[in-house]
């Protein structure tokens, strides 16, 4: 998301490219920094894998710290444009003047992610990444380019935070080398599991209700990573499909009462 | 077909297949069968690019393939089965299959998300052909049930039609039968030998010598690591050092 959001805001302020295409351009920057490193990191698997991409996130912050003279330093960008305004005369005017047509934006990009990202899950390529999750081995034995695969994986999931990291610079107008933390990162794992992360609907709903349900607590907000940490313990011990899980897991229930009965 | 010469792989100081030659005609249906650590399953993952040679030669069809990648080895038309991990658990049958074809149905990333009119043709072919290999092996019937519910029999099938989804000109199977009862056995063999004579050729690790010696036209055997013999199942039964290999101190205490 950093490099997503530094790549646009550099490419509007030094080159006075258009906002819209730095967006853009903010997620394939983020995708081809995942292709670089993508080779070398997959030689590493399960939780060393892991490791690096914390790793990387944290070498990311230092150089944007360090780079003072691109990248502003700790104070970050500042003064970041706003998106140019689209204006489509006599049916809507939005001059992102108010934060409705930032929320509008945002909409509309949440939703054509999702799009895309269903395509993919109703594509015959699925089979394909199910396939080396299920098995590596067997996988590679049917002719799999594993590497391949699992590089181009890594790469569209770096590509919408990108986007996401280019929108964020020009909403806020600022960004500095602490805008995405460590925590954040954590909080999108917490989303994922607490959703259930093996249904597409899980990371969804996980990522509304966490973000949700934190504002409707705003007095305990010095708690949330003990909330937070609490309710993915829980769905881990009781419910591993999270909350997606929970239909099944009634029925589940249901059926097992009738048989003792 | 397929030419291995001076074939071997050290762990440390142990040599686990030593220089190791075996070649195998178009066509041909043969075994390799050992006690057990004799070095077969390593000699496996070498052709089959999973482990990398210490020395020697691998050639292909006139090409080199020593110590290349798995999913080359298997586009050039190796299929390799295995002994432990043979299906992917979560998915059904169908899929299984479907993921088995990988490298006969290659639809690009955008084709694919896109859903254009030749992806769809191309999946429905996938589909046909699916179906058809489940038919071949009788798996027909179930092909909805996730693989993971499957009985071990049903898995062992499933492992072998997987393998036969991806084309294999040289189909390596590796103890097909182990934890098989007998009836499941017979039926396995059968399979294979209906696998050989539409005629894809097949090199196969056994471990059941009765069922390796019903099925093959050759046989090599392997113990600590050397091909001791290599002949027909009929020399390799009556084959003194075969039989010591096998029955070790039995063969020893009757001489």
Redesign the interface.
């Known amino acids: 998301m950093s490099v997503g959001g530094y790549t646009s805001a550099l490419l509007v302020m030094k080159l006075g490219v258009s906002t819209w295409a730095a967006m853009l351009a903010g997620g394939v920057a983020a995708a081809f920094l995942a292709l670089m490193v993508g080779y070398p990191f997959f030689r590493l698997k399960g939780i060393y894998f892991a490791l690096v991409t914390i790793f990387l996130s944290e070498v990311i912050r230092l150089v944007l710290e360090q780079w003072s003279s691109v990248t502003g330093g700790t104070m970050g960008l500042t003064r970041i444009p706003k998106p140019n305004p689209i204006v489509i005369p006599g049916l809507f005017n939005m001059d992102f003047a108010s934060k409705t047509d930032y929320y509008y934006l945002i909409l509309v990009l949440a939703l054509i992610t999702i799009l895309i990202l269903y395509a993919i899950e109703r594509s015959r390529i699925l089979v394909t990444w199910n396939s080396i999750r299920e098995s590596n081995d067997l996988a590679a034995s049917v002719g799999v380019n594993l590497n391949n695969f699992k590089v181009l994986a890594f790469c569209i999931c770096c590509f919408f935070p990108g986007i996401v990291g280019a929108f964020y610079s020009q909403y806020m107008t600022i960004i500095a080398p602490n805008a995405f933390g460590f925590t954040f990162s954590l909080y999108v794992i917490v989303y994922l599991i607490v959703g259930g992360a093996k249904r597409f609907a899980g990371p969804i709903i996980g990522a509304i209700i966490l973000t949700l349900l934190p504002e409707l607590a705003r007095g305990l907000k010095e708690f949330q990573p003990f909330i937070f940490a609490v309710v993915m313990m829980a769905v881990i011990a009781f419910m591993p499909q999270g909350i997606v899980g929970i239909p099944q897991l009634l029925t589940k229930f249901v059926k097992e009462r009738r048989g003792h009965a | 077909m397929l030419e291995i010469k001076g074939l071997s792989k050290h762990f440390g100081g142990l040599a686990a297949v030593d220089k190791f030659d075996l070649s195998i005609n178009q066509g041909e249906i043969v075994g390799l069968i050992g006690p057990n650590g004799a070095g077969k399953t390593v000699t496996f993952d070498m052709i ?1 690019g ?1 482990l990398r040679p210490t020395s020697g030669k691998i050639m292909f069809e006139g090409e080199d393939i020593t110590g290349r ?3 080359y080895i ?2 050039k038309g190796i ?4 002994q432990a ?7 059904t049958v169908m ?1 299984n299959i ?3 074809c ?2 006969n ?1 290659k ?1 690009g ?1 955008l084709e ?4 254009l009119p030749s ?1 769809r043709k ?2 429905e072919r ?1 589909l046909n052909k699916a179906l058809e290999i489940l038919q071949f092996v009788g798996l027909a019937d179930i092909k909805d049930i996730l693989a993971k519910n499957l009985p071990h029999g049903h898995k062992r099938v499933l492992g072998i039609a ?2 036969l ?2 084309e294999p000109k040289l189909l390596l199977l590796d103890e097909s039968t182990s934890g098989m009862n007998a009836g499941e056995v017979t039926d396995a063999m059968e399979l294979i030998s209906k696998i050989w004579q539409r005629g894809t050729t097949i090199l196969l690790i056994e471990h059941n010598m009765r069922a390796a010696m019903g099925i093959c036209q050759r046989i090599a055997v392997l113990s600590f690591g050397k091909k001791i013999a290599e002949g027909l199942p009929a020399e390799m039964q009556e084959n003194k050092e075969v039989i010591e290999a096998y029955l070790g101190v039995e063969a020893n205490a009757t001489a």
């Open positions: 089959s999973f990648h798995p999913y298997a586009s299929i390799r089965t295995f991990t043979s299906v992917f658990s979560e998915l899929q479907v993921a088995g990988h490298l149905a639809i990333l694919s998300i896109l859903h992806s191309k999946k996938v997987i393998a989804a991806a």
